[in-house]
């Protein structure tokens, strides 16, 4: 399934949208200088946090898109969540399960190579907008309500492992 991508530009503003939703075009070193930050605040819950906010943004853009595009199936809408995170040059992931949960793997991960090339290796995982992309994911294919899932980093690129992989499970 090819995502269908609409990228436009309001020539008043410069704002860039996709599918009609704002975004915002991005390095690796903003990502990771934004990871960084909720590592910083773990004390007062910035990596959930951050994680929950971009559930709620994902969801709503997912949300549009299977309806304008009629993506009733759950492996047409996981195959869409993938794309939109490969579209938005976050890294390429791969989904695998069902509405009680499941694994997802990134071959390639920009918020992990980002920390790396900025700081080196760290000793835990550090893809917090990641868990919150797959969050989204799965409760929109699903048809679940926000927070249906907890998304755990079992294995990250940043701590030199060769993928980042991810266990889903439903709440």
């Known amino acids: 399934m090819a995502l269908k991508l609409e990228f436009t530009m309001d020539n ?19 990502l990771a200088l934004i990871t960084k930050l909720v590592e910083d605040f773990s004390d007062i819950g910035g990596p959930q946090i951050l994680c929950e906010v971009v559930e709620e943004s994902m969801r709503t853009i997912l949300d549009d898109y ?6 009733s199936s759950a492996e047409d809408r996981c195959r869409a969540g993938e794309e939109y995170f ?6 390429k992931m791969h989904i695998a399960g069902n509405e009680n949960g499941g ?4 071959t390639s991960s920009h918020i992990d190579e980002g920390w790396a090339m900025k700081w080196g290796a760290h000793s835990k995982p550090v893809n917090h907008l990641t868990r919150g992309f797959i969050s989204a994911i799965f409760s929109a294919a699903f048809n679940k309500p926000p927070k249906s899932y907890d998304i755990n980093e079992t294995a990250s690129i940043v701590t030199g492992q060769p ?7 439903a709440l």
């Open 86 to 91: 490969s579209t938005f040059g976050l890294g």
């Open 103 to 106: 694994e997802v793997q990134l």
């Open 163 to 169: 993928e980042s992989k991810f266990i889903v499970t």
């Open 12 to 30: 008043e503003t410069h704002r860039h949208a996709l599918n009609g939703h704002g975004v915002v075009m991005h390095s690796h070193h903003y």
């Open 66 to 71: 299977f309806l304008v595009n009629s993506l």
